[in-house]
């Protein structure tokens, strides 16, 4: 890794420039990686919009490991039994969702989505804000009696918690950065993230490509997999990808990545156009249009996507991630005119276009 000593911590970079930093300089010494905060998610013609957290702590894979092969497990239940689990009134953000979310001007069936709040399962507002705000304010739903996704919901809230509690001491890292430009200074941004019920995470299975939309392909586009757009959290932490090959009358078999193409596509504040890889055994955060707003743009969200790759057997071959987003309440204010719960309406209906679903 190359170093740049602008503080007490020098910057670290992986090898394909984003910035990383270790697990145990963040719990211990957290105040000491402004430059790397500022590298990462500032204005810089380079900055990535996301940061690698290493030298986890050792319970880490296996909460990885058993959430996403439950994620490909749950994508393979027959149809009916999976919408059994779709909550029309939240716009599909608890339970399954699969096509009905908007990319790239049409619905989006390359991947299919299994949301929950791993923090809190019943929300404590008031009814006015449950019926206002359903897609935050719901209740979990989570798979019963389904033999073949059996502890579903503690692999869920395992890994969950474990991801979140790392994005708050992050937070605390991000705080001499962002303190001064919060609309609300009473708050820090870790006490945003930790005291909120809007905490969403989002458990991803993407399908191999079907017959009828032959990918990849020679002129395969760059958003293949998942098209170009922002995160509308504060801070989303990813873990890395596990990609499974599924072969008839076996069970799926983890294998590398099916081409050196494949994986997440982030465009710099220069408009350069770079691939990001996580190691399996860490965690990325990136930072979400949210804070970009409630910061006057002091930190940037980044235009991100996911490519499937053009490689022979790529057809056969899914991929399973894990995505928490870390947001405020919906009261809290984001600019002079919008609130965090108005901002996140636009989005939405951005997302899932015009339909009667609230």
């Known amino acids: 890794m190359a170093t740049v000593t602008r503080s007490s911590i020098p910057v670290t970079f992986t090898s394909e420039g984003a910035v990383s930093i270790s697990y145990s300089s963040l719990v211990s010494e957290p105040l000491t990686l402004s430059a790397s905060i500022e590298k990462a998610f500032g204005s810089q013609p380079d900055s990535l919009g996301i940061i690698i957290v290493h030298d986890l702590p050792p319970a880490y894979p296996a909460l990885r490991e058993k959430l996403l092969m439950l994620a490909n497990a749950f994508a393979h239940l027959d149809e009916p039994i999976r919408e059994k689990y779709a909550d029309v009134k939240s716009s599909y953000s608890f339970g399954w969702s699969h096509g009905k979310e908007i990319m790239n001007g049409k619905p989006d069936v390359l991947k299919g989505s299994y949301y929950a709040n791993p923090v809190v399962d019943n929300p404590s507002v008031t009814s006015a804000l449950r019926d206002a705000y359903p897609e935050y304010y719901g209740n979990n739903l989570w798979p019963k009696n389904e033999e073949s996704v059996n502890g579903f919901e503690e692999a869920f809230k395992g890994l969950g918690r474990f991801v979140f509690n790392v994005g708050c001491k992050l937070a605390i890292a991000c705080q001499p950065f962002a303190s001064s430009h919060l609309r609300d200074s009473s708050l820090s941004l870790s006490e945003l993230i930790g005291s909120s019920q809007t905490t969403k995470a989002r458990l991803l299975h993407y399908f191999p490509p079907p017959p009828d939309n032959p990918l990849p392909r020679e002129d395969e586009p760059i958003d293949s997999w998942c098209g170009f757009h922002l995160d509308h959290s504060l801070l989303t932490g990813l873990c890395s990808a596990m990609y499974l090959r599924h072969n008839v009358g076996s069970p799926p078999s983890v294998v590398p990545s099916?081409?050196?193409?494949?994986?997440?596509?982030?465009?710099?504040?220069?408009?350069?156009?770079?691939?990001?890889?996580?190691?399996?055994?860490?965690?990325?955060?990136?930072?979400?249009?949210?804070?970009?707003?409630?910061?006057?743009?002091?930190?940037?969200?980044?235009?991100?996507?996911v490519r499937v790759g053009a490689a022979e057997g790529a057809d056969k071959v899914s991929r399973e991630t894990f995505a928490l987003f870390m947001q405020p309440d919906v009261n809290q204010p984001l600019s002079e005119t919008e609130t965090f719960g108005d901002f996140s309406k636009r989005i939405f209906n951005e997302h899932y276009g015009d339909s009667d679903v609230q």
């Open 258 to 305: 099916p081409s050196p193409v494949s994986g997440l596509y982030i465009r710099t504040r220069g408009g350069d156009l770079t691939k990001v890889s996580i190691p399996a055994d860490c965690l990325a955060f990136q930072t979400g249009e949210a804070l970009e707003l409630a910061t006057s743009g002091r930190l940037r969200a980044t235009p991100h996507c």
